[in-house]
Structure formats: structure tokens, C-alpha cells
């Protein structure tokens, strides 16, 4: 079974330039997530969808920070304009119910972002 | 923001050895999980361990829980060169949105 799927792997853009994320994740998973990992940091919660509905984006900056999940299957993360501050990580994971009370994440392999 | 932090924040030991972190949180929590990441790459999980839970074991690892303390620990026994990589506890609070709230990590290095 394939697991989450991230592109580009790499992306090295100038400041103000606009840049999209795209993320597949498990075939069936209903939740979606976006992170943004920091260097020597923990990952932070971006957004959450169940299916198509973003249900928590409590933690996206909307100024510049936009997401969808077209027919709650694959998402784009989008940063327009960029800023130097958005260098990280930007991680994508699903799980299976919508709730990770009783069941773990899964994760793809990320996005690294750097801003010059 | 984050949860909380685990300790330490770096370790280095040598193959054969047994390897400890610490993790501790901030609110009450429906679960707890583990999860490793290799450099340049996504977190993989490594262990769930629930509220009334207070120990679990799954091949090498071995997790406790104390939500008294809100603190939770990882061994690691009988370590090896390829476990070098950075852990993170995750808690998944409880009565709030579902989603995982990382510590800021162990990193973790086994000499050979």
C-alpha cells in the first residue's frame, strides 16, 4: 500500500514569490493534516480536514496561507507571497478515522522549503 | 504551539546501550505516541500508549506513562547504529480538536 505522498520533495524560492505544496494521502484516510516543522523543532499543527471541510484551521496564517482538499481526497498548501520566516518543513499526514484518539498518523515525507 | 518538551535534548551512546528520553506535557491527554524521524524525512510511529494505560512494550521500546506527573518516557534497549534518528512524544488532547501536539524531539545518536 502506498503511503503518503508529498511533492516537490525540495523547493528553493525567493522571498515574495508564491509556492504550492501538494499531498496525497492514504487511499481512504478521511483526515488530513498539514504541519509546518521548524528546524530543531517539532512539528505544528497547519490545518485539518475531514473529508473536504477544513475543521481546525485555528493555526493557519490566512494572510498568506491558503489550503483546499478538493473532493477530500489530495490537498495543496499554498504561500503567497512567501516570506523568509516560512523556510521549514511541511509535512503531510492522514489517518484512517477522524480522530487520532485510538490510532496513529501517518505521515509523508515532507516538503523543505527554503525562502532566499 | 508546542505541548511541551522532552528531555534530553540530545543523547549519544554507543551501540549496545540502552537509550532514555523524557517527555512531558501540559494538559490532560487521551493518548500518547511516539514517533521517529530520520534526517530529511517524515515522522514514523512507533507506539500508542492510552490514558489508562501506564506501560507498554513493543519489541525494543518500552513506554510509561505517568498522567499524574504528565510525563511519559521512552527506553530504547539494546541500541543500535541504524536508531539514530530524532523522537518525538505527540499527545492527542483531550476533550479538545483531534490532532497530535509535538514536544521538541531527542536527538538521538548511536555509535557504532
Known amino acids: 500500500e502506498a503511503g503518503v505522498v508529498q511533492s516537490p520533495r525540495y523547493k528553493i524560492i525567493e522571498k515574495k514569490q508564491p509556492v504550492a505544496f501538494w499531498c496525497n494521502p492514504i487511499?481512504?484516510?478521511?483526515?488530513l493534516y498539514w504541519y509546518r516543522q521548524n528546524l530543531g523543532q517539532g512539528p505544528e499543527l497547519l490545518i485539518r480536514?475531514?473529508?473536504?471541510?477544513?475543521?481546525?484551521d485555528s493555526q493557519l496564517p490566512k494572510d498568506r496561507f491558503s489550503a483546499e482538499r478538493l473532493k477530500g481526497v489530495d490537498s495543496t498548501l499554498k504561500i503567497q507571497p512567501a516570506e523568509l520566516g516560512d523556510s521549514a518543513v511541511y509535512l503531510c499526514?492522514?489517518?484512517?478515522?477522524?480522530?487520532?484518539?485510538?490510532?496513529?498518523?501517518?505521515f509523508g515525507q515532507g516538503t523543505r522549503l527554503t525562502v532566499v | 504551539s508546542q505541548q511541551g518538551e522532552e528531555d534530553p535534548q540530545a543523547l549519544s551512546i554507543q551501540e549496545g546501550e540502552n537509550a532514555t528520553m523524557n517527555c512531558s506535557y501540559k494538559?490532560?491527554?487521551?493518548?500518547l505516541q511516539w514517533y521517529r524521524q530520520n534526517s530529511g524525512r517524515g515522522l514514523v510511529h512507533l507506539i500508542l500508549?492510552?490514558?489508562?494505560?501506564r506501560e507498554k512494550h513493543s519489541g525494543r521500546l518500552r513506554v510509561t506513562l505517568d498522567t499524574s506527573k504528565k510525563s511519559s518516557s521512552l527506553l530504547i534497549t539494546a541500541s543500535r547504529a541504524a536508531d539514530t534518528a530524532s523522537y518525538f512524544c505527540?499527545?492527542?488532547?483531550?476533550?479538545?480538536?483531534?490532532?497530535?501536539?509535538f514536544g521538541t524531539g531527542t536527538r538521538l545518536q548511536v555509535f557504532p
Open positions: 499526514a492522514s489517518t484512517p478515522l477522524t480522530s487520532t484518539e485510538n490510532t496513529e498518523a501517518f
Open positions: 487511499s481512504g484516510h478521511n483526515t
Open positions: 480536514y475531514e473529508n473536504e471541510e477544513a475543521v481546525d
Open positions: 494538559t490532560s491527554i487521551n493518548n
Open positions: 500508549i492510552r490514558s489508562n494505560e
Open positions: 505527540a499527545t492527542c488532547p483531550s476533550g479538545g480538536p483531534d490532532k497530535l501536539i
